[in-house]
């Protein structure tokens, strides 16, 4: 499919991120920036959104024998000790275990418990700290799509997690009607993605996102929401 528009410049990757910002990036509050993190030749690297006690949330990522905690206004790695039941993981004046989906965490200002991971806010943490610079998904099928700028797109979809991969192509930008489109295809699959500019309503928590996205995989039409994660 070829996609044209008398608005369409050539600009370079680095103003499409520009774009992409300004219509796209979320108002939370970000994490500590760090370098993505590379996961261990071992088990895959696993990221929890905590939800503790009196409105206390972190972000913890577990790669091999240690873990990053992402917590407010700093980040710390500490390694995994041997010391009970669950997993712990123990520094100078940090300590976290987590067991069959709670973990409680102490620190030097006081102690959380009852910590619960949020699995949506998870996602899409692990996807932040992979380098994922956008991330959306959608119902009906279920299905996940993250693009990484100077790397790949990859959709997820179905139960069976039917994955289809391509490289990040030159997007095209057209700022009048605040679109990103982005059009791939490999041997045996052709994907065009187009993001929108607008607030859209995931149906199935009930959350509002920035961009609007439609997505024609092969012959197939999806439809969801997303956002930048940078």
Known sequence: MSLTHPLITTDNRARAMAVLILLLLASCARQPVLEPLEEPGGAPAQTFAWECERNFAFVAREEGDAIWLFL??????IPRVEDGPGTSYQGSDIRLNHQNGQA????????????Q????????????????DFLATGNAPD???????????????G?????????????????????TLYS???PGHQIVIELVG????????NETHEVTVN???????????GGALH
């Not at 991971?117 to 994922?132: D, I, P």
Request: charged content about 25%; aromatic content about 4%.
């Open 72 to 77: 407010p206004g700093h980040a710390v790695q």
């Open 104 to 115: 409680s965490l102490e620190l030097p200002d006081g102690n959380y418990e009852h910590c």
């Open 117 to 132: 991971n949020n699995t949506r806010r998870a996602a899409r943490e692990h996807a932040k700290l992979n380098g994922v």
């Open 143 to 157: 299905w996940t799509l993250e693009i990484t700028l100077d790397g790949v797109m990859r959709l997820v979809t």
């Open 159 to 179: 139960a069976d997690d039917t994955t289809y991969r391509f490289n990040t192509p030159e997007p095209v930008v057209i700022e009048s009607e605040q679109k």
């Open 184 to 186: 791939a295809q490999t």
């Open 198 to 205: 607008s607030s859209c309503r995931d149906a199935s928590t």
């Open 215 to 225: 997505i024609s995989i092969n012959d197939r039409r999806l439809k969801g929401c």
